[in-house]
């Protein structure tokens, strides 16, 4: 018996914290360029989003729950004049969907107006909350990055970079920070290097820190590079500064999943295309599950460069199998009982003709709950295919991650509690394969400075296994 997958969660991918951006542009309608650059890291969040920007005396800010086409429009857009911004499009991994926790934060400071807006999260968050209550500071919203702008508003220093220096170290987790003040924006990524960050320069004067380079090419930036793990990069009238916050970690820690999913496929992460990495996953992926079949198909978008590599290797036609409704997801209006028991149907439709009386494989990038699975296995049935191999560009997750990626607790995770081919059996499917650990980090071209934490259960750090992203939801009710 397959359970149908609930409409509000049917999507079974890892969900991402967020995407950033900062802009100095003088001259420019730097509120509007921020718009379009948060179109561009849309696919990071799609809870909240909020712009503030700068004009040298006064910060101005607006943000609400939403896509970012909803929150801004262009009466919104128009109070916000000036010369530097930084933008925000949230997907929650601590604290709520509510306004109250939408960024970017902005606060009154002695060195002026600060806003905030972060990607990434705190494994330390407890206890820096708990330091700020000491000492009577009051807190607005349940999120890490409200903690992190609290932080430097008391922090030790005359100076913006001074402020950042003294409590990065204080800062133990994923962080990617864009921060807006009078005179201008300054990106930091944290020592590890978590969570990407990266930076370009405008043609027309001006420089631009984003997320993602897709962002970054809608904006028009050329001599695009990535922060570095531990680095500031000041931007104002006087140029870009690079400054050194923190030295790197000795091991570093970057996301596999921006590679496996997050990301843009014309991302660059740690000096690769993630599109050519995505096609290699295929590949690996296609030398160790060696099944025969007839066609293989990918479960779009993400997946869809893991196919083309396994076809190209397995030497099995790539075909389409399923189309993807892209704007279902995107309503408010909730679906009736029986439109949410159709479940994925929602979402995705099958080609009957690329499968029908056909071995298919299908190409997924990764298995989390494990609730859209069966579903998608049955609607291939019901379409005529003779036998269904899912095939996953990454190892089994296992283990929850608490560097701003919610996956679920582990108890959430089907992994955890099931063997392959027990998952297989639940699903319906005639196999299930999934790419080794070792396979995945000869596709990406690396043997160290990732964290796999969700495979392999080593976290970079100590973390508290019992934290939930609404753990201080209470407190503030």
């Known amino acids: 018996m397959f359970e149908p997958a609930n409409f509000a969660t049917e999507n079974d991918n890892p969900r991402e914290a967020c995407g950033v951006l900062g802009i100095s542009a003088p001259g420019e309608d730097v509120a509007r360029m921020a718009f379009f650059g948060l179109f561009a890291l849309q696919h990071r969040g799609q809870e909240a989003a909020g712009i503030a920007v700068s004009d040298g005396h006064t910060v101005r ?41 939408a960024q970017p934060f902005l606060i009154e400071t002695l060195l002026g107006p600060l806003a905030a807006a972060h990607n990434g999260n705190l494994v330390n968050i407890a206890e820096l909350r708990q330091e700020l209550l000491q000492r009577g500071t009051g807190l607005s919203s349940s999120t890490d990055s409200e903690v992190i702008t609290m932080m430097l508003a008391g922090a030790v220093g005359a100076t913006w970079p001074e402020r950042i220096q003294n409590v990065m170290p204080r800062w133990q987790g994923a962080y990617s920070l864009v921060l807006l003040t009078r005179d201008g924006v300054y990106a930091v990524r ?14 027309a004067g ?33 140029g870009l500064e690079s400054i050194q916050g923190m030295a790197p970690a000795p091991k570093l820690a970057l996301c596999t999943f921006e590679h496996i999913y997050f990301s843009r496929p014309d991302n660059v992460w740690d000096g690769q295309n993630i599109h050519l990495v995505r096609q290699r996953l295929g590949e690996e992926l296609a030398r160790e599950s060696k099944v025969e079949a007839d066609v293989v198909i990918p479960m779009p978008d993400s997946s869809i460069p893991a196919a083309i590599g396994y076809a190209r290797v397995s030497g099995i036609p790539y075909n389409d199998g399923f189309i993807k409704n892209r704007y279902i997801g995107r309503t408010f209006i909730q679906p009736t009982d029986s439109l949410r028991k159709q479940g994925v149907a929602l979402k995705f439709n099958v080609l009957p003709e690329n499968v029908r009386d056909k071995r298919v494989v299908v190409i997924d990038d990764s298995i989390v709950r ?18 269904i191999h899912l095939c996953i560009t990454c190892p089994p997750i296992r283990h929850a991650c608490y560097m701003g990626v919610d996956m679920g607790l582990e108890a959430d995770l089907i992994a955890n509690r099931l063997g392959v081919e027990e998952m297989a059996a639940r699903f319906g499917c005639d196999s299930l394969s999934f790419l080794s650990l070792e396979g995945m980090m000869k596709a990406i071209g690396r043997k160290s400075g990732y964290c796999n934490a969700c495979f392999t259960g080593a976290y970079p750090f100590p973390v508290d296994l019992e934290h939930t992203k609404t753990g201080f939801e209470k407190a503030i009710s």
């Open 370 to 387: 494990g609730n859209t699975s069966g579903p998608l296995v049955r609607m291939l049935k019901e379409a005529g295919a003779k036998e």
């Open 61 to 101: 800010m607006h943000k609400e729950t939403g896509l970012v086409s909803m929150v801004f429009t262009p009466e919104s857009l128009a109070p916000l004049k000036g010369k530097f911004a930084i933008g925000h499009t949230r997907y929650s991994t601590t604290g709520s969907s509510s306004l109250r926790n």
């Open 190 to 203: 944290d020592p590890w290097g978590f969570r990407p960050l990266s930076v370009g320069r405008l043609p």
């Open 206 to 238: 001006g420089y631009v820190a984003a997320s993602e380079w897709g962002a970054l090419h809608t904006l028009g930036c050329v001599d695009i590079h990535e922060v570095e793990p531990g680095e500031i990069i000041a931007v104002g009238e006087k």
